[in-house]
């Protein structure tokens, strides 16, 4: 029974996402609901599920799936997140959740900053 | 410039928690902003800052540092996360915070699911 | 420019495997090339490729297809990997190389430490 | 004792490393040796010990310590990793081995590629 329960805990697995995200999450104007739904969005996508309902998304939230629902249309009308249709290899099309806009407000925002310290550590030496 | 940025991009690095963290965290009685709360104290634990304050929690979230102050006191008292002291090399004492707790809350929530799992397969074998 | 770059590599993202299976691969009868093969193969599956070839996983090792080739069945015959058949939603078959052998082997291993570990404690405390 | 050892084993945790390395590692001119060795110095620094020595490195390896010697002097001297000296909180020299060389050297080839795939791109389109 004990090695069956250690591999079932072993392929639960780990998620690994930028540390970024986790940090400045609140700059891409994001809240903590928001971001723990992607996170859910994300759990889904590594176990193969590319599109999840919003009542399997309310199963792992504090909160309804009407709510879910709502969250996801604010994602997609703030830009986070996208709907993509894909093709399976034999010609099936099926919808898909995309974090790639994400992914870019994330790398914009990054830039931003950089380019901030940049000029501040230019600013200073002129002094 | 470029290389430097990819460089700080690459150092910022990642966070790797556990799946069964993400999609549990409801079973476990935390809420969003909790789970959130425990997210930021992974990130600056991975940067080497063991015991972030209130205010520098609160910089990452959408709460107050009062709010962030109360939700630490509260995953304390709920025995989610502890203190404890510690020694450096040279015998200096530090306070840490340790998510130890969360993590045996965890696999015993696992374990009971487990178990829950396999005396429903034996039920239904017997039928 | 930057911010295709950067998005790039951001899109690279991480391999995550168990610090266990580094640390420990030699006791599990593995040698470095077998190790770095078995990485090639996560890296190809996490990126939809559950197949990957000879020829391709040579591409990212210092040997020959012929070489990858021979670690791959004596991997197969030391019960490390196996191959698998899975079936796509619409019915296609298509092979898979599974690591749930070596997942099992790291766990067998890891309770035999333990099993070690807590027998020295035992002995050590009836002394 | 089941929930003792699970909790051992999430204590193990994982290592992650940029995929970009796994499967450029040939294009960097490391041999898969020296890929695992550098594995084995990362699985050190993530449990506190930034400066493992020969000895304990071969206890990961297939290799002796001599042998682990030689291949940490030919990865300083390909600027691939450097030793730096560190100061603790309470101004206590020690020294650390930084992989800091590696990933420029990884970010260095990461953007060569990118350029060679852009001249191509133009290339094709000019025809």
């Given at each position: 029974?004990?090695?069956?329960n ?76 996208n ?9 099936i ?6 974090l ?28």
């Amino acid at each position: 029974m004990e090695k069956v329960n250690l591999l079932a805990w072993a392929n639960e697995g780990n998620i690994s996402v930028p540390t970024f995200l986790i940090t400045q999450f609140k700059n891409l104007k994001l809240t903590e609901s928001e971001l723990v739904l992607i996170l859910q969005v994300i759990s889904y996508q590594n176990k193969g599920n590319d599109f999840p309902t919003p009542e399997e998304l309310s199963t792992r939230m504090t909160t309804s799936a009407d709510i879910c629902a709502n969250m996801l249309r604010t994602l997609v009308q703030k830009g986070i997140i996208n709907i993509t249709d894909e093709y399976s290899p034999d010609g099936i099309r099926f919808e898909k959740y995309s974090l790639q806009p994400l992914w870019e407000k994330m790398i914009d925002y990054f830039l931003l900053l950089k380019k901030a310290e940049e000029s501040t550590i230019k600013r200073n030496s002129e002094d």
